[in-house]
Nanobody, 115 residues
Framework: QVQLVESGGGLVQPGGSLRLSCAAS????????MSWHRQAPGKERELVAQ???????YYADSMKGRFTISRDNAENTEYLQMNSLKPEDTAVYYC?????????WGRGTQVTVSS
C-alpha cells in the first residue's frame, strides 16, 4: 500500500535552515506529482510546494525564494529544503501524493522556528 514517511523536522532558530525528506513506497513514485503541505496550530492545512514527475515546481507565494522542493526518482524520495525560516513557518509538514483520486498523507514532521 502507499506509504509516505517524513523526516528531518526539528527546532531551528529564525533565519536557520532545515531539509525535510519523504520516503515513498507502494506506488510508482517517478510517475506521480508529489507535494508538501503544512498545518499550523489552529489553521487549515495549506500547500507549500509541488513537483511534477519531470521536476517542474510550484510554490505558494510565501515560500517562493526560501523553499526548494526536489525529488530523487531513483531513491523514491522527495525533499523540501527550507532556508531563512521564520517563526510563522512553525507547523507540521506533510508529504502527499494524489493516488487513484485519493490524496494520501504521511504522518508529518514537526518544524518549530523559535529563538
Amino acid at each position: 500500500q502507499v506509504q509516505l514517511v517524513e523526516s528531518g523536522g526539528g527546532l531551528v532558530q529564525p533565519g536557520g535552515s532545515l531539509r525535510l525528506s519523504c520516503a515513498a513506497s507502494g506506488f510508482t513514485f517517478s510517475t506521480y506529482y508529489m507535494s508538501w503541505h503544512r498545518q499550523a496550530p489552529g489553521k487549515e492545512r495549506e500547500l507549500v510546494a509541488q513537483i511534477t514527475p519531470g521536476g517542474s515546481t510550484y510554490y505558494a507565494d510565501s515560500m517562493k525564494g526560501r523553499f526548494t522542493i526536489s525529488r530523487d526518482n531513483a531513491e523514491n524520495t522527495e525533499y523540501l529544503q527550507m532556508n531563512s525560516l521564520k517563526p510563522e513557518d512553525t507547523a507540521v509538514y506533510y508529504c502527499s501524493v494524489l493516488f487513484r483520486a485519493t490524496r494520501r498523507w504521511g504522518r508529518g514532521t514537526q518544524v518549530t522556528v523559535s529563538s
